[in-house]
């Protein structure tokens, strides 16, 4: 009852504020709803959570063991399969209340021997780093040599069309550096990543190269998925990644010499799919066992570096929710669960395979936190749900800023929790800042060293603070129903 009438209060007042006053009233009064002596309450237990996993947290070494002994962990790999033992004895050894597996079959496809790239100008030859992307079938054993056509978007490829044949497309659509959230810029051209050799290879291309999806100029190619859709197979065309500062040397070369060969040599295949498992763990509710708040990162990673900021910080955070919670003796009301998701980077099919059992068993989820966006220093959390949950999430700022989690915006949550998207369910996703993820998103140079401690910590801290709050505040009987 309690909950009930702090929800109903809250929507009350959000609904009859004056639209002109709205931004400056709506987040003191639903906040002011909750006694001073439980705000009180609320604050000194989010700094406990801080100070904890400052000085007592465990996620940095979790990070450590998870990166050096068991590296990348991309799908169907052995090193996926340890991963899944080592997420399994961890949270056992935490102390949940109960740890299981979820069977998923994944994907399985593997890159084969180092690729070669190169192309010559003026009698110099010119190595260019280059990676296979994932899902793209190998070049022939002896590689693919041919003249390149340069352009910057899908469209244009399409445009092209029958120009295309015979030719390796080199599609060189950079990032919009005036875009202060990176995550924009990476979502406005990483199409041609996903899509370029399904458009081009209905053509007659006879390979694409992609530059690699970052802001900054470097010498490290990023792999990532892509996909052929419906292509019929005889249209498959191979798909690689080259370095950004690549790129930009090709660029510059081509208008010197349009008539320049570009030449690179790859042997990924992919293999029958591999049972592997999502890793489950939970402590029971005290009030509403039935009702789950999910909290997860994804286990997998790509196969080039050890997989640190993508995403195994955010499944060592994920744990240290469960973690501090009982450091610190806070008994939630509702069922919260962890869960370390399989096979985001190349299919989900840990996450559909968990909503698909989560609606098969009639589960209720009131709510789901998402870390996917790396290790750095916390900003807030996207919103994705109604808007009177909306609201009162973002109510929250007066206890959530002082820790620098400034941004409780409306937006997407996250790749493992979305297939749970109900308009009863809160989801949301763990943002911290954006500036450098994309150095090492998806390449060689994501390892444990690019992770810094402190920032680890204080995103543990501030995603057990959003799921403190969930719990206490955010749902009633009324609103949610198997």
């Known amino acids: 009852m309690k ?29 002011a709803i909750v006694s001073k002596a439980e705000q009180k309450k609320d604050s000194a237990n989010i700094k ?36 899944v033992v080592w997420g399994e004895q961890l949270m056992k050894d935490v102390g949940l209340d109960s740890v299981w597996l979820q069977p998923v ?14 192309y010559t100008v003026n009698g110099k ?38 120009r295309l044949k015979g030719k390796i497309v080199f599609f060189n659509g950079a990032f919009d550096e005036t875009l202060i959230n990176t995550f924009q810029a990476y979502g406005g051209c990483v199409g041609q990543r996903f899509s370029g050799a399904r458009i081009c290879g209905q053509f007659g291309a006879k390979g694409v190269i992609v530059r690699s999806m970052t802001n900054g100029i470097n010498d490290y190619p990023h792999t990532g998925t892509m996909s052929y859709g419906e292509t019929p197979k005889d249209q498959y ?72 900021h993508d995403d195994g910080t955010g499944v060592v955070q994920s744990l240290e929710v469960a973690y501090l919670l009982k450091k610190n003796n806070i008994k939630p009301k509702n069922t919260i669960r962890i869960v370390f ?42 919103i994705d749900a109604n808007a009177e949950n909306t609201a009162l999430v973002q109510s929250w700022k007066t206890l959530l800023a002082p820790y620098g989690l400034h941004d409780l915006i409306k937006g997407g949550s996250g790749a493992d929790i979305s297939p749970l998207k109900d308009d009863h369910v809160t989801l949301a996703g763990y ?22 401690k402190r920032e680890l910590e204080l995103g543990s801290a501030s995603m057990t603070s959003l799921v403190y709050l969930m719990d206490k505040y955010l749902y009633t009987d009324e609103k949610v129903k198997p």
């Open 3 to 31: 909950k009930t009438l702090i929800f109903l209060l809250t929507s009350a007042i959000i609904s009859s504020c004056n639209t002109d006053k709205k931004e400056k009233t709506d987040e003191s009064k639903a906040v």
């Open 48 to 83: 406990h959570f801080f100070n904890a996993a400052l000085t007592e947290g465990k996620s940095y070494e979790w990070l450590r063991d998870l990166t050096q002994n068991i590296g990348g962990r991309l799908s169907g790999s052995p090193q996926a399969a340890k991963a």
């Open 105 to 118: 079959m994944v994907p399985h496809w593997v890159r084969g021997e180092k690729e070669e790239a190169y």
């Open 125 to 162: 030859k010119k190595d260019v780093p280059v990676c296979a992307l994932g899902f793209s079938i190998a070049t022939p054993g002896t590689g693919i040599k041919a003249e390149v056509i340069e352009v910057k978007s899908l469209k244009e490829a399409e445009e092209l069309g029958d």
């Open 237 to 308: 065309i191979p798909a690689a990644a080259i370095s950004s500062r690549a790129a930009e040397n090709l660029s510059a070369d081509l208008k010197k010499n349009p008539s320049l060969q570009f030449y690179f040599k790859q042997s990924c295949e992919t293999l029958p799919d591999a049972p592997s498992h999502n890793v489950v763990g939970e402590i029971k509710g005290s009030e509403n066992p039935e009702k789950i708040i999910v909290v997860g990162g994804h286990l997998d990673s790509w196969d080039l570096g050890e997989g640190a």
């Open 341 to 382: 998701f399989m096979n985001e980077e190349n299919g989900t099919r840990g996450a559909k395979e968990y909503a698909r059992l989560a609606k098969l068993n009639k589960e209720i989820h009131v709510a789901g936190l998402e870390s996917d966006a790396g290790g750095h220093t916390p900003r807030g959390f996207s």
């Open 431 to 452: 943002r911290p800042d954006s500036q450098r993820y994309f150095d090492y998103h998806h390449t060689s140079t994501d390892t444990f060293d690019k992770v810094n």
